[in-house]
């Protein structure tokens, strides 16, 4: 193990150009900084490293950290049952917080379950959803990152919508929610 000095000091001359060798791989912020933080945690952990030799190592170590993530993501492993939340809209407004927070735990609660149903019925429609509703991510960028042309991408984003207006439509009305699914206007 490294000390704390040395770790400091290649975290300081590394940081940047690791990022930008884990961004370009994963096309997202947060899944770089946490490749180049695993990177540097396991690189401070490695004794005997040559100095000369040091940045290729550490470019060569986020490289395949970041393919292993973007691996991860396209199996739909790294998604936590914890993330796998919808947004919803409310109809309404709600006297008190007790309403306000049963509401929030059902939605969470269907959303989860709408997820994991998914996840066992199509693991490509459950990829989408993900990438374009947890993370945020652009048509375009999940289309790629599953390997997917973007009209193939929006026909089964449109059947995956459809499925869960067939099987949970009544659940979200019951709870007052205008759409659990918004479309979407890409």
């Given at each position: 193990m490294k000390d704390n000095e040395t770790i400091t000091e290649i975290y300081n001359k590394y940081w940047d150009r690791l990022m930008l060798v884990a961004y370009k791989e994963l096309e997202d912020y947060d899944m770089a900084q946490d490749v180049v933080q695993d990177v540097l945690f396991?690189?401070?952990?490695?004794?005997?490293?040559?100095?000369?030799?040091?940045?290729?190592?550490?470019?060569?170590?986020?490289?395949?950290?970041?393919i292993d993530y973007r691996r991860k993501f396209c199996r739909g492993d790294t998604v936590s049952m914890e993330t796998e939340k919808l947004e919803f809209r409310r109809h309404g407004i709600f006297d008190?917080?007790?309403?306000?927070?049963?509401?929030?735990?059902?939605c969470e609660e269907l959303g989860s379950r709408v997820f994991h149903e998914m996840k066992k019925r199509n693991i490509v429609w459950y990829q989408i959803m993900v990438g374009l509703y947890i993370y945020r991510d652009e048509p375009e960028t999940v289309a790629r990152?599953?390997?997917?042309?973007?009209?193939?991408?929006?026909t089964s984003l449109s059947r995956a919508r459809a499925w869960v207006r067939r099987k949970f439509g009544k659940e979200y009305q019951e709870m007052g929610i205008i759409s659990g699914i918004p479309e979407s206007e890409k």
């Open positions: 396991k690189f401070a952990m490695m004794t005997n490293v040559d100095r000369r030799t040091e940045h290729a190592l550490l470019v060569v170590m986020t490289k395949n950290k970041a008190g917080l007790e309403a306000r927070k049963t509401l929030e735990y059902d990152r599953l390997g997917l042309t973007l009209p193939h991408m929006r």
